[in-house]
T-cell receptor, first 114, second 114 residues
Framework: NAGVTQTPKFRVLKTGQSMTLLCAQD?????MYWYRQDPGMGLRLIHY???????AKGEVPDGYNVSRLKKQNFLLGLESAAPSQTSVYFC?????????????FGPGTRLTVL | QKEVEQDPGPLSVPEGAIVSLNCTYS??????FMWYRQYSRKGPELLMY????GNKEDGRFTAQVDKSSKYISLFIRDSQPSDSATYLC??????????????FGKGTLLTVNP
């Protein structure tokens, strides 16, 4: 099993450009998450999904959109990139459960917006 | 007051030292308490999690939770250079259905010197 994979690993954008980050998991998990990690800020939740076809806003959703068309994939889009979106983006997934279940993280995407 | 407070360090210790990492929290709804380890340029991975107050031991690692003081700790005995990483505390509160909101501390950067 590959676990959680993210594409691309690195990307440099100019202000105003758009891009899509792809997250894929092969663990048949229902829940998927997108976080950003910034120095001194820790991990902050952008958007999440509790199942195929559903998405919800997290703590810092502005400037991002997401889609979950297939259970195994969760896409994060930036329509018009801004320098404030320079960050490391992590995708995570976990199985459904009524007690806590571990979130498994991907390796991250390093995005720089110039 | 932030929900989860964690001293970012950095913390530098000699090999073999006992390391103590700590977090405080303000939200009484937190039920699960976790420690994630994040190596440089990698995604976080779950190290330990506990549900109730008390201690939980796993090899050289001990997680401690004191719900009355809203304080959690991670102890590393006989620290090794391979323990050098950022340690993130995380706490989970039930938020309806089968969903849990996960809140992270900012992380403490630990370096163990040979």
């Amino acid at each position: 099993n590959a676990g959680v994979t993210q594409t691309p690993k690195f990307r440099v954008l100019k202000t105003g450009q758009s891009m899509t980050l792809l997250c894929a998991q092969d663990m048949n998990h229902e829940y998927m998450y997108w976080y950003r990690q910034d120095p001194g800020m820790g991990l902050r939740l952008i958007h999440y999904s509790v199942g195929e076809g559903t998405t919800a806003k997290g703590e810092v959703p502005d400037g991002y959109n997401v889609s979950r068309l297939k259970k195994q994939n969760f896409l994060l889009g930036l329509e018009s990139a801004a320098p404030s979106q320079t960050s490391v983006y992590f995708c995570a997934s976990r199985s459904r459960g009524y007690t806590y279940n571990e979130q498994f993280f991907g390796p991250g995407t390093r995005l720089t917006v110039l | 007051q932030k929900e989860v407070e964690q001293d970012p360090g950095p913390l530098s210790v000699p090999e073999g030292a006992i390391v103590s990492l700590n977090c405080t929290y303000s939200n009484s709804a937190f039920q699960y308490f976790m420690w994630y380890r994040q190596y440089s340029r990698k995604g976080p991975e779950l190290l330990m999690y506990t549900y109730s107050s008390g201690n939980k031991e796993d090899g050289r690692f001990t997680a401690q939770v004191d719900k009355s003081s809203k304080y959690i700790s991670l102890f590393i005995r006989d620290s090794q250079p391979s323990d050098s990483a950022t340690y993130l505390c995380a706490m989970s509160a039930y938020s309806g259905g089968s969903n849990y909101k996960l809140t992270f501390g900012k992380g403490t950067l630990l370096t163990v010197n040979p």
